[in-house]
């Protein structure tokens, strides 16, 4: 079966280190997403992806990046962690927006609980 | 830019009775795509359901249907005969252009026996 998977699920770090949260799916899916989850706000859209080679900032960009080198995986890079990151993020993937249905919803991964302290 | 809002941060409901979930949304694009997502205590999301704009009927999936008003803006999520399972976080999103889901805050449901 198709799957969207997150590595690691856990990660404490510190201050002022890199630390790149790693996502993989098998649905062939050409959209990807990288959301952080805090109390209170719901998830928010970190970056996202339409294709290989193509990445795009989303509502909360500030110190991430991604970089999309195969149509599989998205890997989400803390340039310099942060306390202030300390969250939970969530990788998605979906078909291409006229593909399919209408409906065309995202496929969400476990999550990464990240603790920077 | 879109907006969801969601008011009821928590709530109780008697298991087997029926239970409404609030959404309102904001956008000025003429076409998006209105969702609802289950997250239990073990952190997943799950797809629960999907209602288009232009979709003439309010969308159901089993126990869940969306009660959907456009010119109020809102899109709430109604369950049917409460179960124990159904005790978790609830996410309203709404779909932009490009797939891209902006999301409410969030409802959390208590399911009481």
């Known amino acids: 079966d198709a799957e969207i998977t997150q590595s690691p699920r856990h990660k404490i770090t510190e201050t002022g280190r890199q630390v790149t949260l790693a996502c993989h799916q098998t649905w062939n899916h050409n959209n990807m997403f990288w959301y952080r989850q805090d109390l209170g706000h719901g998830l928010r859209l970190i970056h996202y992806s339409y294709g290989v080679h193509d990445t795009n900032k989303g509502e909360v960009s500030d110190g991430y990046s991604v970089s999309r080198s195969n149509t599989e995986d998205l890997p989400l890079t803390l340039e310099s962690a942060a306390s202030s990151q300390t969250s939970v993020y969530f990788c998605?993937?979906?078909?291409?927006?006229?593909?399919?249905?209408?409906?065309?919803?995202?496929?969400f991964g476990p999550g990464t609980r990240l603790t920077v302290l | 830019a879109q907006k969801i809002t969601q008011t009821q941060p928590g709530m109780f409901v008697q298991e087997k009775e029926a239970v409404t979930l609030d959404c309102t949304y904001d956008?000025?694009?003429?076409?998006?795509?209105l969702f609802w997502y289950k997250q239990p205590s073990s952190g997943e999301m799950i797809f629960l359901i999907y209602q288009g704009s232009y979709d003439q009927q309010n969308a159901t999936e089993g126990r869940y249907s969306l009660n959907f008003q456009k010119a109020r803006k809102s899109a709430n999520l109604v369950i049917s005969a409460s179960q124990l399972g159904d005790s978790a976080m609830y996410f309203c999103a709404m779909k932009a252009a490009g797939n891209k889901l902006t999301f409410g805050g969030g409802t959390r449901v208590l399911v009481k026996p």
């Open positions: 998605a993937s979906s078909g291409s927006e006229f593909s399919g249905t209408p409906r065309n919803e995202q496929f």
């Open positions: 956008t000025s694009d003429p076409s998006y795509g």
